[in-house]
């Protein structure tokens, strides 16, 4: 069992930049690729990044890709959503997960999942 819990949301103008958090309970963290997603009201959950359990292997959405930076580290069982340049469109209530596997990306695949946090980017 893995619990997370996401931090670091908030208001932002665009251009600007936010850190998400998320900590994760438990001593398989290691084992578990990571990922963050988002949900705009009236839309989808949508990804956004994910890492794999070394940290070697990394995949972003185009919508970010070269913008944000997804890392972890496993000492702390900690992830990071580093977002740069941010543009309104990101908007949305940002969700890490996690998944007992080397590497995944689809949303179904994913276990564990966060409470959310709400990033806003005004215009």
């Known amino acids: 069992q893995v619990h997370l819990v996401e931090s670091g949301g908030g208001l932002v103008q665009a251009g600007g930049s936010l850190r998400l958090s998320c900590a994760a309970s438990?001593?398989?963290?290691?084992?578990?690729?990571m990922g963050w997603f988002r949900q705009a009201p009236g839309k989808e959950r949508e990804f956004v990044a994910a890492?794999?359990?070394?940290?070697?292997?990394?995949h972003y959405a185009d919508s970010v890709k070269g913008r944000f930076t997804i890392s972890r580290d496993n000492a702390k069982n900690m992830v990071y959503l580093q977002m740069d340049s941010l543009k309104p469109e990101d908007t949305a209530a940002y969700y890490c997960?996690?998944?007992?596997?080397?590497?995944?990306?689809?949303?179904?695949?994913?276990?564990?999942w966060g409470q959310g946090t709400q990033v806003t980017v005004s215009s």
């Open positions: 997960a996690a998944v007992r596997s080397w590497f995944k990306l689809q949303y179904e695949d994913y276990e564990y």
């Open positions: 438990g001593r398989t963290f290691s084992s578990h690729a």
């Open positions: 890492i794999s359990w070394s940290g070697g292997t990394t």
